[in-house]
């Protein structure tokens, strides 16, 4: 048989030195740090939990792909930067992927190119197929369905195990942010405030941990489906930690709603903390402080704080503590305004006594609802669950799931693994780039499958440390 060799590819010279390439590098892969997301899932078991809310009607005799490793191939393709479906024509070909979803013949994929045999990972058709599920009803071609409310369940489970076991406070950020839409998707419609067809997606994070991501149509209002989720959220926080637990809602005023605030209300132990959109009722309480903080101001800007019980004339059912921020800027007037209902003089437990105090409650404690957005931002750009391209909206909803999950892993690496090192309030991107995407020779014999990183990679002994820490690391 004739030899076939790959001819060289010449480059510009170096000195007396020619510089020549081939393709003749064997089995290589530019996500070897994907190694540690494997040991990681098998830590938190989160695609295991999150398959089992899928139902698979195919006939196993003839299934390549099981629905556990259709999902690994997806969420880890989007932990490691591969957004597009498309990507995973060349992916299925990736011997270090088939290690990472689980696949006993990591080089299917090669034999294949000669001609034999199927390939390890699913193309893109196949994975389509999975996503559709979440739209369509069973039939002949879309036998796998996705069941949306165990899909939602095991997201809230997963990120709330995620929090540690001795928290004694809990912090809830909601947020709402626009989904650009270019094409003509189900539920697309014009929103005002962004000036742009979008979906208006509803997020909930406890710190780093994302626990509800809801796509809903631009039309609604902000706060649309936050009690729904609020109750969701607090009784599965309850399971895990109990009643005693205190529990804090943070959002900015576009959740500030009576529904919202009666049902905290409503709840033990569970308190808010609201922006406030202001108004000119509003403004006239702070009229005289206003005034004073103008007269205080040197040219580089000055702000006082204040607080008193406020009520709107209809919409709100009760009177509620308002702290409002009078200050004045080198550009004018800029007063601001919270509702809460946390107590001024603060909790037992608390070691720092004013901590919700008018000026401690809203430059400490509401201001920090900011790094939330950064949370939403994240996501978005690292993890692409502005990937919404499909034209029916139950399937861009499964991806925004998807896309939570690549989030979660990443995230809770981040906040169990990394902490004390140099990544531990690294981006997702940052972690990617510098953890995970490295160069690496994929050798595979009868008894081991031998991986060999870079030799020049710069994170060699953070690589080693995170690997030790995965591997030591219990859930409690």
């Given at each position: 048989m004739?030899?076939?060799?790959?001819?060289k590819?010449?480059?510009?010279?170096?000195g007396?030195?020619?510089?020549?390439?081939?393709?003749?590098?064997?089995f290589?892969?530019?996500?070897g740090?994907?190694?540690?997301?494997?040991?990681?899932?098998?830590?938190i078991?989160?695609i295991?939990?999150?398959?089992t809310?899928?139902?698979?009607?195919r006939d196993h005799?003839y299934v390549?792909h099981?629905?556990?490793?259709?999902?690994a191939?997806?969420?880890?393709g989007l932990a490691l930067?591969?957004?597009?479906?498309n990507d995973?024509?060349?992916?299925?070909l990736?011997p270090?992927?088939a290690?990472?979803?689980?696949?006993?013949d990591?080089?299917a994929?090669q034999?294949?190119?000669?001609?034999e045999?199927?390939?390890?990972?699913?193309?893109?058709?196949?994975?389509n197929?999975?996503?559709?599920g979440?739209?369509?009803e069973?039939?002949?071609?879309?036998?796998i369905?996705?069941?949306?409310?165990?899909?939602?369940?095991c997201?809230?489970e997963q990120?709330?195990?995620?929090?540690?076991?001795?928290t004694r406070e809990?912090?809830?950020d909601?947020?709402a942010t626009?989904?650009p839409l270019?094409?003509?998707?189900e539920?697309?419609?014009?929103?005002?405030?962004y000036?742009h067809?979008?979906?208006?997606?509803?997020?909930?994070?406890?710190g780093?941990?994302p626990?509800?991501?809801?796509?809903?149509t631009?039309?609604?209002?902000?706060s649309e489906?936050?009690?729904?989720?609020?109750?969701?959220?607090?009784g599965?926080?309850?399971?895990?930690?109990?009643?005693?637990v205190?529990?804090?809602v943070?959002a900015?005023?576009?959740?500030?709603?009576?529904p919202i605030?009666s049902?905290?209300?409503?709840?033990?132990?569970?308190?808010?903390c609201?922006g406030?959109a202001r108004?000119?009722?509003?403004?006239r309480h702070?009229?005289?402080?206003m005034?004073?903080?103008?007269e205080?101001?040197d040219?580089?800007g000055?702000r006082?704080f204040?607080?008193f019980?406020?009520?709107?004339?209809?919409?709100?059912?009760?009177s509620r503590?308002?702290i409002?921020?009078?200050?004045?800027l080198d550009?004018?007037d800029?007063p601001r305004?919270i509702?809460?209902?946390l107590?001024e003089e603060?909790?037992a437990?608390?070691?720092?006594?004013g901590?919700?105090e008018?000026r401690?409650?809203?430059?400490?404690f509401?201001c920090?609802r900011?790094d939330?957005e950064?949370?939403?931002?994240?996501?978005?750009?690292?993890?692409?669950a502005?990937?919404?391209?499909s034209?029916?909206?139950?399937?861009n909803q499964?991806r925004?799931?998807?896309?939570?999950v690549?989030?979660?892993?990443?995230a809770?690496?981040?906040?169990?693994?990394l902490?004390?090192?140099?990544?531990a309030h690294a981006?997702?991107g940052?972690?990617r780039?510098?953890?995970?995407k490295?160069?690496?020779?994929?050798?595979v014999?009868v008894?081991?499958?031998?991986?060999?990183?870079?030799?020049?990679?710069?994170?060699?002994?953070?690589?080693?440390?995170?690997?030790?820490r995965?591997?030591?690391?219990t859930?409690?």
């Amino acid at each position: 048989m004739t030899e076939c060799r790959q001819q060289k590819l010449a480059f510009q010279g170096l000195g007396e030195r020619r510089v020549e390439a081939d393709f003749d590098g064997g089995f290589l892969s530019t996500d070897g740090g994907g190694l540690l997301l494997r040991e990681w899932e098998k830590k938190i078991n989160l695609i295991e939990a999150l398959s089992t809310c899928f139902v698979d009607g195919r006939d196993h005799r003839y299934v390549d792909h099981s629905v556990q490793e259709l999902l690994a191939q997806r969420v880890f393709g989007l932990a490691l930067g591969y957004e597009d479906l498309n990507d995973h024509d060349r992916l299925r070909l990736d011997p270090l992927l088939a290690v990472m979803v689980g696949k006993v013949d990591p080089l299917a994929g090669q034999a294949r190119t000669e001609g034999e045999g199927q390939p390890a990972l699913a193309a893109h058709s196949t994975l389509n197929r999975l996503e559709l599920g979440a739209h369509k009803e069973p039939d002949r071609y879309h036998k796998i369905s996705a069941r949306a409310d165990g899909i939602e369940d095991c997201i809230l489970e997963q990120g709330v195990r995620a929090i540690p076991r001795r928290t004694r406070e809990i912090v809830l950020d909601f947020d709402a942010t626009d989904d650009p839409l270019h094409g003509d998707q189900e539920g697309r419609f014009f929103q005002g405030y962004y000036r742009h067809y979008c979906y208006l997606p509803l997020y909930c994070f406890c710190g780093q941990i994302p626990l509800w991501a809801q796509l809903r149509t631009s039309q609604c209002d902000a706060s649309e489906g936050t009690t729904e989720a609020l109750e969701k959220i607090v009784g599965a926080i309850r399971r895990r930690f109990g009643r005693q637990v205190r529990i804090i809602v943070r959002a900015d005023s576009g959740f500030a709603r009576d529904p919202i605030m009666s049902l905290c209300e409503s709840l033990p132990n569970v308190y808010y903390c609201i922006g406030l959109a202001r108004n000119e009722r509003l403004q006239r309480h702070i009229e005289e402080l206003m005034e004073q903080v103008r007269e205080e101001n040197d040219g580089e800007g000055a702000r006082a704080f204040c607080q008193f019980t406020w009520r709107t004339l209809d919409s709100w059912s009760r009177s509620r503590r308002v702290i409002a921020k009078a200050e004045v800027l080198d550009k004018g007037d800029n007063p601001r305004f919270i509702v809460t209902s946390l107590p001024e003089e603060g909790f037992a437990d608390d070691a720092h006594a004013g901590r919700f105090e008018a000026r401690c409650c809203y430059e400490r404690f509401y201001c920090a609802r900011g790094d939330m957005e950064n949370r939403i931002k994240e996501q978005q750009l690292d993890m692409f669950a502005d990937r919404t391209s499909s034209h029916w909206m139950a399937t861009n909803q499964l991806r925004l799931w998807l896309s939570t999950v690549a989030y979660m892993f990443v995230a809770t690496l981040r906040a169990e693994v990394l902490k004390a090192t140099p990544l531990a309030h690294a981006t997702v991107g940052s972690i990617r780039l510098k953890l995970l995407k490295i160069a690496a020779v994929v050798r595979v014999s009868v008894r081991r499958i031998h991986v060999r990183f870079a030799s020049a990679c710069p994170y060699q002994t953070l690589f080693r440390e995170v690997l030790q820490r995965i591997q030591a690391f219990t859930s409690a």
